[in-house]
């Protein structure tokens, strides 16, 4: 079935430091790739997304890059802020309208000034 | 727009005893979900509704969980008996095909202590 792996945090870094997340993934087809952000107190939000192969998804100073050569949807971000810190999620949602989402386990990030 | 909407934000129960969770869509959303994580892991989905009828609930335990949406808007999802396995944030979702990536909307969740 579909999976989703994210690499072992958490994570900390100081403010202004280069930012990324591994995920992988497994799944049939062409699955649509996303990253979901739980900061402290509030709901899971998208963070951004990629649909097909080469897509690159931005938001917020975050990218990440759909590789379907590696199954892969890394999430990078150039300069921490002290409010990046939070839960980090990449999720995967097979091919299909509404579709569910399969999500990795998450890596808490915490930036310090 | 309003949000999703869920209640109650948290719950403390013995276990054996039942637990009911609710959750009101985003106006419109015909597509509901309910997903279960639990601390340390990523979400999981329990079940899914498009309007009142179920897609996909292999992943809910129905000795013990069942959820319903009857007038396909509001959705409860109840626990009876809770075991202590079950404590972890529900949390209800929706989207709406109209959306053109169909994206999820999630609520603040209901965290759930089982004791």
């Known amino acids: 079935g579909d999976s989703v792996t994210q690499m072992e945090g958490p994570v900390t870094l100081s403010e202004e430091a280069f930012l990324t997340i591994n995920c992988t993934y497994t799944?049939?087809?062409?699955?649509?790739l996303f990253w979901y952000v739980q900061y402290p107190g509030e709901g899971l939000q998208l963070l951004l997304k990629?649909?097909?192969?080469?897509d690159k998804g931005s938001n917020k100073g975050f990218e990440a890059t759909y590789r379907k050569e590696t199954t892969s949807f890394h999430l990078e971000k150039g300069s921490v802020q002290v409010s990046d810190s939070a839960v980090y999620f990449c999720?995967?949602?097979?091919?299909?309208?509404?579709?569910?989402?399969?999500f990795g386990k998450g890596i808490t990030l915490s930036v310090r000034p | 727009e309003a949000g999703v909407a869920q209640s109650p934000r948290y719950k403390i129960i013995e276990k054996r005893q039942s637990v009911a969770f609710w959750c009101n869509p985003i106006s419109g959303h015909a597509t509901l979900y309910w997903y279960q994580q639990i601390l340390g892991q990523g979400p999981k989905l329990l079940i899914q509704?498009?309007?009142?009828?179920?897609?996909?609930d292999s992943q809910l335990p129905k000795d013990r969980f069942s959820a319903e949406r009857l007038k396909g808007v509001d959705s409860t999802l109840k626990i009876q008996p809770a075991k202590l396995e079950d404590s972890a944030v529900y949390l209800c979702?929706?989207?709406?095909?109209?959306?053109?990536?169909?994206?999820?909307?999630f609520g603040p969740g209901t965290r759930l202590t089982v004791l």
């Open positions: 509704f498009q309007n009142n009828g179920v897609v996909d």
């Open positions: 999720a995967l949602r097979a091919t299909g309208a509404n579709s569910k989402l399969t």
């Open positions: 799944a049939t087809g062409y699955p649509s």
């Open positions: 979702a929706s989207s709406s095909e109209r959306a053109v990536y169909n994206e999820q909307f």
């Open positions: 990629a649909t097909k192969a080469d």
